[in-house]
């Protein structure tokens, strides 16, 4: 049983409201609610028309709307943390899992489950039957029982590759059992194994491509990182592994909110050696163990054939200097396993400053910004996934994702595909445990990840990686 976290919040005496953080403006009746997020410059407009439709449809509230510029997730996680101390953070702000963990380390998350159930201001039946119950559920992932998040700018990892040189290729001369002695096809790489890729498909495409005259090569190497394939992330590229070969992460203990560091095992030891042979023959890259450079840069680029990074950032997968028709297929997966990939991008928490109108207003805001109209609009514009079922079923969403309304070689075709395509794969989702020390975890995994994919590292000191990433874990927690 998930414990109440009414054991935890602290008795609160007295509260000073900060002008730049919300409360009652001056003397006015109307109530500042203040939003924290990073919303890209692409998307800001978007967000204010959401925060306009609020502010008409509720007019004793306003919003302080700030964005943190030059923020990442982690860095936001920690200004809010920072101004627990002086009462100086927002009432609602983009969130991962594992920054509500430490919100609520602070007692300072608010359980959102009155308010959803509100016969006045809840969500219908039918709005509850919209959400996507894996977004919702992800709210509930903590060590109390409630909903502490909700969902917003929802995202999953995509495979992007290079179709104008990768359809319709036959490379039975050098292996003939890659796609049954079959031209490659979009159905091969929807279906693509990690062992399929290692051991088959790049070996083969490195022949071809040496075969190949100065000009004419399908991946270049002048750069200094290239390789076939390449995984933004490394961090979800190790989290994602483990979960998708049934290896152990992190787990929870939910009947006291404890988090288990669990990944210093044998089979992900071995799994780190496969992949680390994968890199010495140039067969994978990430980010961090190609100069900490967004590894769509390569892509776009032809230094690598295949790139793995968030379906929220699909127009970085594309390069009006090089243009070429960019496939979509879901990443490699685990022979002999389901598919699985990873449920990312920032959600909304709602933040205590034991002001009940502050709540309410805060709940209200995202309730407007993710209702069925808006919710639509940042599916079709923003590149994030619809968070509603209506959203996919819409005639205008349909449009937007019919690659046959889009030219070839463009942006728009990719958005189309991208946008069709993450539909299919909402199923095979995943999540991990959020705790105290989860992001510490997820840091951790992702500094081990880069030593693995980096052949000037040792891979005899891997024992020493793991053991280095548990105790740093271990500090956090």
Not at 18 to 30: I, R
């Amino acid at each position: 049983m998930k414990k109440s976290l009414l054991l935890l919040l602290p008795l609160v005496l007295s509260t000073v409201t900060l002008a730049a953080c919300g409360g009652n403006n001056g003397g006015s009746k109307k109530t500042t609610i203040t939003l924290w997020s990073i919303t890209g410059k692409n998307n800001q407009g978007q967000l204010g028309n959401y925060i306009k439709a609020f502010e008409d449809k509720y007019p004793e509230y306003k919003v302080n709307n700030v964005i943190q510029t030059g923020m990442g997730y982690n860095e936001l996680k920690d200004a809010v943390v920072k101004g627990f101390s002086g009462n100086n953070y927002p009432d609602i702000v983009q969130c991962y899992p594992d920054h509500v963990a430490d919100y609520l380390d602070y007692g300072k998350a608010v359980n959102l489950d009155d308010y959803i159930n509100d016969p006045e201001i809840g969500l219908t039946e039918e709005d509850k039957n919209d959400y996507i119950a894996s977004f919702m559920d992800e709210g509930k992932g903590y060590a109390f029982e409630g909903t502490y998040s909700l969902p917003y700018c929802k995202s999953t990892e995509l495979m992007f590759y290079n179709e104008d040189v990768l359809l319709s290729l036959d490379l039975s001369a050098y292996d003939a059992t890659i796609n049954g002695g079959k031209a490659l096809d979009a159905n091969y790489f929807d279906n693509l194994t990690w062992e399929e890729l290692f051991n088959k498909l790049c070996p083969a495409l490195i022949k071809y491509n040496d075969s190949l005259p100065e000009g004419k090569k399908i991946l270049l190497s002048d750069q200094k990182y290239h390789a076939v394939f390449a995984y933004d992330s490394d961090d979800n590229l190790f989290i994602t592994l483990a979960e998708q070969y049934g290896y152990k992460y992190t787990s929870v203990d939910t009947s006291t909110g404890k988090g288990s560091i669990d990944f210093d095992n044998a089979e992900m030891k071995n799994l780190m050696k496969t992949f680390r042979t994968a890199a010495d023959k140039g067969y994978i890259i990430s980010k961090g163990s190609a100069g900490n450079t967004y590894t769509n840069e390569y892509f776009t680029a032809n230094n690598t054939l295949f790139s793995v990074g968030s379906s929220g950032g699909v127009k970085y997968q594309f390069s009006d200097s090089n243009p070429m028709n960019v496939g979509v297929a879901r990443i490699p997966h685990a022979e002999g396993r389901d598919p699985k990939v990873i449920l990312q991008g920032p959600s909304l928490t709602v933040l205590d400053h034991n002001d009940e109108a502050r709540i309410r207003g805060s709940w209200l805001l995202w309730k407007t910004m993710t209702d069925a109209e808006n919710s639509l609009d940042w599916a079709i514009n923003s590149g994030y996934m619809g968070i509603r079922s209506s959203n996919y079923e819409n005639e205008d969403y349909k449009a937007a994702s019919d690659v046959k309304n889009t030219e070839e070689k463009t942006l728009a075709r990719l958005m189309a595909k991208a946008s069709t395509y993450v539909s299919n794969i909402i199923n095979e989702t995943y999540t991990s445990p959020a705790f105290k020390g989860s992001s510490a975890a997820r840091s951790a995994v992702g500094g081990l990840m880069t030593k693995v994919l980096t052949p000037t590292e040792g891979i005899e000191n891997i024992d020493t990686w793991f053991s280095d990433a548990v105790n740093q874990t271990r500090l956090q927690m």
